[in-house]
């Protein structure tokens, strides 16, 4: 009766550090990605510099130390979303934002135009940690709102602009045509894939423990 007793309470043993290996292993195989980020630049004044800010994973520089926040109507033109969008700036075609992210990424989007009612275009170029270029997207000329992803806004022309390729570290933004103000840029940050040493110590002490009872056992 005893050793029958001892035996089910070593089953349930194994049961149970069955259950917590499975829940370890779960957890490392899931840490290649996190949620992605989405910025409306909704926190800020409208005139607001907010160049080199880190704004919670990316960080954002013009090539003249500026980045400004313009609130919806703040040049009589209106733009991205009821509230506030970025820009360079300059409204003259060839200007561009770099957007820094604090962990490499796998996707970024944005969404950009004007109100002026003409033709717009902008792009982005993807560099990953060593500068060097990994992808590229272009909306081409356009005008009118997106017919992929119609939104409420005060945009007259808008586009929504992808980009996914792995590794990206920074991503160049470049109005091509005449002014170009953005808003919610979303990012999809990417977690090392390599556990970390806590967790390769609870990994292993649960094999050890498997294996300790599986001696007792065979005893």
Known sequence: MIGENLKRKGVRKVKQLLVIFAAVLFAVGSMGSVHAITLGFDGFNDGDNINGINLGGVTITGTDGVVRILSN??????????????????????????????????????????????????????????????????TGDFSGADPLN?????????????????????????????????????????QSSVPEPATLLLVGSGLVGLAGLKRKFKR
């Open 150 to 190: 119609p939104l409420a806004t005060t945009f007259i022309d808008y586009r929504t602009l992808s980009l996914s390729v792995s590794d990206i570290k920074s991503i160049r933004l470049t109005q091509v045509a005449w002014g170009t103000a953005w808003d919610n840029l979303t990012f999809n940050p990417v």
């Open 73 to 138: 109507g703040s040049s009589g033109t209106g733009y991205v979303s009821p509230f506030n969008n970025i820009a360079a700036s300059s409204w003259t075609g060839g200007s561009y934002l770099t957007l820094l992210f604090d962990n490499a990424v796998d996707y970024v989007s944005i969404v950009g135009g004007d109100g002026g009612g003409d033709f717009d275009r902008f792009s982005m170029e993807a560099f990953d940690a060593g500068n060097n270029s990994i992808g590229s997207a272009d």
